[in-house]
């Protein structure tokens, strides 16, 4: 069984940067999507960004493209987010998760494509 746990969140000032990581215990098939995601309360989950788990195709949403970078070390098995340049926006409960793909393809950043998800960490940026 696949389990993920987040980890990295923290408290900083807007402009900063922050990395999250994600450890997957577990075999990841290669013809999975991993992504991650964030929540804030009284909204709806949203995809920030995924990342082809066998090709390192990635995508991103709108709102994070330029400063989110993912990446995936299939060596270690983690999945990393490195934030820049962060916003009193982007402060959520960030959440990992891996779902099949289909074709090959990730860019539905949807959470109804993903059935494997971690607790979360929560990210913070203050004004």
């Known amino acids: 069984q696949v389990r993920l746990v987040e980890s990295g969140g923290d408290s900083v000032q807007a402009g900063g940067s922050l990395s999250l990581s994600c450890t997957v215990s577990?075999?990841?098939?290669?013809?999975?999507?991993m992504g991650w995601f964030r929540q804030s309360p009284g909204l709806a989950r949203e995809g920030v960004a995924s990342?082809?788990?066998?090709?390192?195709?990635?995508f991103y949403a709108d709102s994070v493209k330029g400063r989110f970078t993912i990446s995936r070390d299939n060596v270690e098995n983690t999945l990393s987010l490195q934030m820049s340049n962060l916003r009193p926006e982007d402060t959520a409960m960030y959440y990992c998760?891996?779902?099949?793909?289909?074709?090959?393809?990730?860019?539905?950043?949807?959470?109804?494509?993903?059935?494997?998800w971690g607790q979360g960490t929560q990210v913070t940026v203050s004004s």
């Open positions: 577990g075999p990841i098939n290669n013809n999975y999507c």
């Open positions: 990342i082809y788990a066998g090709g390192g195709v990635t």
């Open positions: 998760a891996a779902g099949p793909s289909r074709f090959a393809y990730c860019g539905d950043i949807s959470p109804s494509s993903y059935n494997i």
